[in-house]
Every structure is written in structure tokens, then in C-alpha cells.
């Protein structure tokens, strides 16, 4: 079953299921069959053999390209799996045919048993879940020191943007492209606690997900990582704690669209039911060309998701910058704002 980004795999009996890699098949199951000699063999485990059924179950995270084969002994035990790769590759365009020539190869090859082919490739796959992003990501060692001209995947590093204690924050370039993006990395204190590390994936999920201006996005990813980092938008600009120091006494006309700006980020989130919870000047930036966009979502909120796991009661915020409910123990929602600015 291939439910979002994840391949859910259910098994029993000697039926295959095999994943396409390179010139040959890997197969994914194991037999379940007793050989009570070199000749004769019983299956140890199938549909109706007990009072009870014990499904073998695992799951894979996809990528767009693999191909998964599920078969028969009629066709698995009379072809190899380089054999069946080849057919695969042969008739890549179409994949029915490429069942039919593999049922064809074993027939001629003397298989007299059910022969049964079903063959999928993933063309494409919507954005994982954010559950999905943190059991990709969470496994991966966090990268050791980075100094400019550092190379991490496909990234070279340029310059340290940011450190604090939770995390470090780079400008680094698609070695590929050119392309200029922040890369974030956990500090080395948190990388072993996983309610950090599912916050730290959380936020290119979130900024993924909300398409807005005045929100930060994170660039598609077509590269596999080896290492835990975040890779999201860079942002030529000044965060609001820099533009306040720069013009202490602003006008009214100049902050106004700072602070409509802002509305309207928020209102992206809370449409999509989210709440930021650390909206703070040193959270927002303003470009180069005068947008205003919200950043750091490491303490965002998601409806689902905080039902999901187990969400800490913990303020996650700034204290200084945090709703008064938070304090008295009450629960924040997102405010639905329909009035369009004018």
C-alpha cells in the first residue's frame, strides 16, 4: 500500500515483493516456506494455514523513479532477478508490457506454476508529512563544524549567517546551480533529543507548506542527505530588531505596512492552522525590497500534528514576547481574520 511518501508493505506466504536497483531486483520479503527437503517444501505461513495469521509489515520511504515488482513463484523461481530487471528496463514506457514479457520469459523458461506480475513506479509524490520528514531525517548524525567553504552534499558553505544555542545558521550555494540558500543545523547540545530534533525538521515541513510572501519557503529538495540540516530560502535583508535600531523614531507611515505585513503572514498560518508562538523583531525579516516575512518556526504549533505526538506544555517561545494565556495554562488558537486589508 502507498499511502503520501511512504510504502506500507503487508506479507505473507511465497509471494515476492522486489524493488528495482540498478541491473537487478533486491528483494524486500522473505519467503515464508519450510523445505522438508532439497525437493519438497511447504509454506510455514499462508491465508487459512492457521487459527491465526502473523502478517510480516515494514515501511519505505519513496522517491520519485522507484519501482517495486510483486510476483509469484511461477516467475521469480524460473528468472533471475538480473533477467527481470532487463525485461523492466526494456519496456520502461510500458510497464504492462514489461509484466506480460516477464510472464512470457518464464513460461518459455518451463514454469508451470500461477505466474502473477504487478509492477509500479513512482512518478511522482505531494509534499511528506511532516511525521514522514522527521522519521526520513531524524536518524541522520548531525554534521560536524562547518566553516566556509565547506562542502556538505551538494552545498558549499559561504559564511555563518547565526548561532545560538538551539541551532546554527549558514548562507551556502547549491554547488550544482549557484543557487544561494540558508542551510540550518541543530547544535550538537540538542541533537540527541528528539523532541528537538522533530521541531528542527518541522520547520522546512511548515515552510513547505505555507505558500505566501510574507512567509519563509524553503526550495524544493531533489538531493539525498547524508547529514541532519534544513535547507530553506536565503533572505537578503535585515531582521525587524536591526530596522527598529536603525529609525528609533519611525513615523506611523512607516511602520503601518510593517505591521500589516505581518497580519498577513500570520493570517497564512492560521488558515492553514498553525500558530507561529514566537513572533518576535529578531523573527521578522525585510528584504531588499521592502517585504516583510516571518522566519524561525521551530516553535510553531500544528493542529494534527500536535494530537499526533506527544507536545510539551513547555512555553517554547520568548517569554517576553508570549501570549498572556500561555501563562495562566489555556490553550491558544489560531484567529481567522477575513476583513482583507486595505
Not at 519501482?67 to 532487463?86: I, K, P, R, S
Request: with cysteine.
Amino acid at each position: 500500500m502507498i499511502k503520501s511518501t511512504t510504502a506500507h508493505l503487508f506479507h505473507v506466504g511465497d509471494s515476492r515483493i522486489y524493488q528495482l536497483a540498478g541491473n537487478t531486483l533486491e528483494p524486500l520479503t522473505e519467503d515464508h516456506r519450510f523445505w522438508a527437503s532439497r525437493e519438497v517444501s511447504h509454506l510455514s505461513r499462508a491465508m487459512g494455514a492457521g487459527q491465526h495469521l502473523e502478517l510480516d509489515y515494514c515501511t519505505l520511504s519513496l522517491s520519485v523513479g522507484d519501482v517495486f515488482v510483486l510476483t509469484t513463484d511461477g516467475v521469480y523461481e524460473w528468472l533471475t532477478g538480473a533477467e527481470m530487471a532487463a525485461l523492466i528496463r526494456a519496456h520502461w514506457t510500458d510497464l504492462d508490457a514489461a509484466a506480460e514479457a516477464l510472464i512470457a520469459a518464464a513460461l518459455e523458461n518451463g514454469s508451470d506454476d500461477n505466474l502473477t506480475v504487478q509492477i509500479v513506479r513512482i512518478d511522482t509524490l505531494p509534499e511528506r508529512h511532516a511525521n514522514e520528514l522527521y522519521a526520513a531525517l531524524s536518524t541522520l548524525p548531525t554534521p560536524s563544524e562547518l566553516r566556509p567553504g565547506s562542502e556538505l552534499d551538494s552545498y558549499r558553505i559561504v559564511r555563518q549567517l547565526h548561532a545560538s544555542s538551539r541551532s546554527h545558521v549558514y548562507l551556502a550555494e547549491d554547488i550544482a546551480s549557484g543557487e544561494k540558500v540558508a542551510l540550518k543545523t541543530l547544535s550538537t547540545e540538542l541533537s540527541q533529543d528528539p523532541a528537538s530534533i522533530e521541531r528542527f525538521v518541522r520547520e522546512e515541513w511548515i515552510a513547505r507548506r505555507i505558500d505566501n510572501q510574507h512567509v519563509l519557503n524553503a526550495p524544493a529538495q531533489e538531493h539525498t542527505r547524508h547529514s541532519l540540516y534544513t535547507v530553506l530560502a536565503y533572505i537578503e535583508g535585515q531582521t525587524l530588531t536591526q530596522w527598529m535600531r536603525d529609525h528609533p523614531q519611525a513615523e506611523l507611515a512607516s511602520v503601518r505596512p510593517i505591521v500589516e505585513q505581518v497580519a498577513k503572514g500570520l493570517r497564512a498560518f492560521h488558515r492553514l492552522e498553525m500558530l507561529h508562538q514566537d513572533l518576535r523583531p529578531d523573527n521578522v525579516m525585510i528584504d531588499s525590497q521592502g517585504t516583510v516575512k516571518l522566519i524561525d518556526f521551530g516553535a510553531a504549533k500544528v493542529a494534527g500534528i500536535a494530537e499526533e505526538v506527544a507536545e510539551s506544555d513547555d512555553i517554547l517561545g520568548t517569554a517576553q514576547y508570549t501570549a498572556p494565556e500561555y501563562f495562566l495554562g489555556k490553550a491558544a488558537h489560531p484567529v481567522q481574520i477575513n476583513t482583507p486589508w486595505r
